[in-house]
């Protein structure tokens, strides 16, 4: 099956700081979706991409689909105590027809204050 | 508008028992998943199904049952708990169509087997 491949798996950063993750994948993916989980809840949409080279921002974030299709990176700048929490990437293949996710092992963000 | 809801929240069960998640949608999604989080993993497909009255096997479909007999809601039922299947659980809804195919996700049910 498909595999996803997140980097870092986890990262302890000082406010202020900016954060970069990301994601590959063994095959290509037609869209690419980045979630934030905050703890006791699901995950929660944050960017999706849909075009291999599209660069898209909401907010502080900004996420990369990569040129060759297999990857994708999140960044955010200026993290403040509220970005805490777990951010997953989930890849999309049209092709299975079930529009069903391929999610990343996640990236556990803690900002110290 | 409530989005994806899922009843209950918690659950203890022993093993050999049986229960029923639900998930309610009221967004007129086609599309409605059910996936578990295993602690340090993504989630991972159980079912899913493209519309009502439809269902299809995912990653990992065993030991679970699934209907989906009104657009609106989707149901995961275990047969007979087993420890291996103390997770939670996440159920999320699509449109189907699109783009966009952006997947949205109720609040998770805790699952304890003993």
């Known amino acids: 099956g498909q595999q996803l491949n997140q980097s870092p798996q986890s990262m302890f950063i000082q406010e202020g700081e900016d954060v970069s993750m990301n994601c590959t994948s063994s095959s290509i993916f037609n869209t690419w979706l980045w979630y934030k989980q905050d703890p006791g809840e699901g995950p929660v949409l944050l960017i999706a991409?849909?075009?291999?080279?599209e660069l898209t921002s909401n907010g502080r974030l900004t996420a990369q689909f990569g040129i060759t299709r297999k990857d994708s990176f999140l960044n955010i700048s200026a993290s403040i105590p509220s970005d805490v929490g777990i951010y997953f990437c989930?890849?999309?293949?049209?092709?299975?027809?079930?529009?069903?996710?391929?999610f990343g092992s996640g990236t556990r963000l803690q900002v110290q204050p | 508008n409530a989005g994806v809801t899922q009843t209950p929240k918690f659950r203890v069960l022993k093993t050999g028992q049986s229960m029923t998640l639900l998930c309610a949608q009221d967004m007129n999604h086609e599309y409605m998943y059910w996936y578990r989080q295993d602690p340090g993993m993504g989630l991972r497909l159980i079912h899913y199904s493209v519309g009502e009255g439809t269902t299809a096997k995912g990653e990992v479909p065993d030991g679970y049952n699934v209907s989906r007999l009104k657009k609106q809601n989707f149901l995961l039922g275990l047969e007979s708990a087993a420890p291996s299947q103390t997770s939670v659980y996440f159920c999320?809804?699509?449109?189907?169509?699109?783009?966009?195919?952006?997947?949205?996700f109720g609040p998770g049910t805790r699952l304890t087997v003993t």
């Open positions: 991409l849909y075009k291999a080279g």
């Open positions: 999320a809804s699509s449109s189907g169509t699109g783009p966009p195919y952006e997947q949205y």
């Open positions: 989930a890849g999309l293949n049209m092709d299975t027809g079930r529009r069903a996710l391929t």
